[in-house]
């Protein structure tokens, strides 16, 4: 089993800068390929960004990329994103989730075996 731990939410005003961690126990971290989701209130949960075991960074097209950025720090066994630019739209609970294999399908939900409670990040103008 792996746990997570998501923190490093709050509230910030649009334009601001967070970082997100997401901390795990358990098995070997590893091994792991970590995503980022989101989903805000009356909305699906959509994916963000992942990482694989080897720090390659998976992105869908160009949804966020150059305003948000993964990295992992294995030793620590902690994954962080890194968001620069909030806007309003960004408003939502973000989970991190632990794939054994992210395989082709890296943006499905379905994917991730594990799954921390999720951190509340909120944008105001």
């Known amino acids: 089993q792996v746990q997570l731990i998501e923190s490093g939410g709050g509230l910030v005003q649009a334009g601001d800068s967070l970082r997100l961690s997401c901390a795990a126990s358990?098995?070997?971290?590893?091994?792991?390929?970590v995503g980022w989701f989101r989903q805000a209130p009356g909305k699906e949960r959509e994916f963000v960004v992942a990482?694989?075991?080897?720090?390659?960074?998976?992105y869908r097209g160009e949804f966020l990329r150059g305003r948000f950025t993964i990295s992992r720090d294995n030793a620590k066994n902690t994954v962080y994103l890194q968001m620069n630019s909030l806007k309003l739209e960004d408003t939502a609970v973000y989970f991190c989730?632990?794939?054994?294999?992210?395989?082709?399908?890296?943006?499905?939900?379905?994917?991730?075996?594990?799954w921390g409670q999720g951190t509340q990040v909120t944008v105001s103008k």
């Open positions: 990482i694989s075991r080897n720090g390659y960074t998976y």
């Open positions: 989730a632990a794939a054994a294999d992210l395989g082709d399908s890296f943006y499905q939900p379905g994917r991730y075996d594990y």
């Open positions: 358990g098995r070997t971290f590893s091994a792991y390929g």
